[in-house]
């Protein structure tokens, strides 16, 4: 796992925007894992900025959404369908049959989540996926106990997660359910890069910086894999 503490928020954001426009760069048609949340919202700012449709940076590139709230449909301001499109989707030229995320609304959400892991695979998996952290350690919406074994699946959210994503719904009606990413589908990815910034993170970055392994802790089984940046500010 390498570790790199940048000076604040906007540096860290600069740094991440940095690795993913110079790995669709290098790799015009990359696989791309996209985490929401208000941590990636600098590097998305610093993509859009760069990338502006004249570049064509996301022509070819696909990208899979970490996770998506299970009852709410996309066109609702609080889904992370709405998130991306008004974050990077809608200022780049990704072709949006290229752009995906787990369907919150699918009559048999089981299947949307075998079909999920069926479309990672058929794209050729995922090259480059960045990660927030939640402050119990969960990364996308994997929490404490998750084993690392888990495909993408529905998970039943903590208090303490619909707590923290609250703010993203003003009429106070949190979901209670999410499709997520699993970890073992996380780990799948060839590098991984997971962004922490602010004093509410200090406590799982320390934890994850310990170097334990624990199921009760989601982003310690980053440490099973080879390729892990963290950046922290
Ligand atoms: C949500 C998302 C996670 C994200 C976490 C942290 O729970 N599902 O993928 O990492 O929030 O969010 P923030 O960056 O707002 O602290």
Redesign the pocket.
Known sequence: MKWETLPDYDALSERAARILLGTIRENPRAVLGL???????GMYQRVVQECSREYHCFSEVSTFN??EYVGIPRTHPGS?FTFMQQNLFQHVDLDPANAHIPDGMAADLNAECARYDREIADAGGLQLTF?????NG????NEPGTPFTARTRVIE?TQS?RD??ASFFPDGVVPSR?I?MGIATILESRRIVL????A??RAAIERLRSGEVTEEFPASSLHKHSDVTVLIA
């Open positions: 985490p929401t949340g208000r941590t990636p919202i970490l996770d992370y990660l927030g952290l939640g402050s969960h990364i996308a919406f959210l997660t923290a994503n999410a997520t962004l922490a910034s602010g509410n993170k």
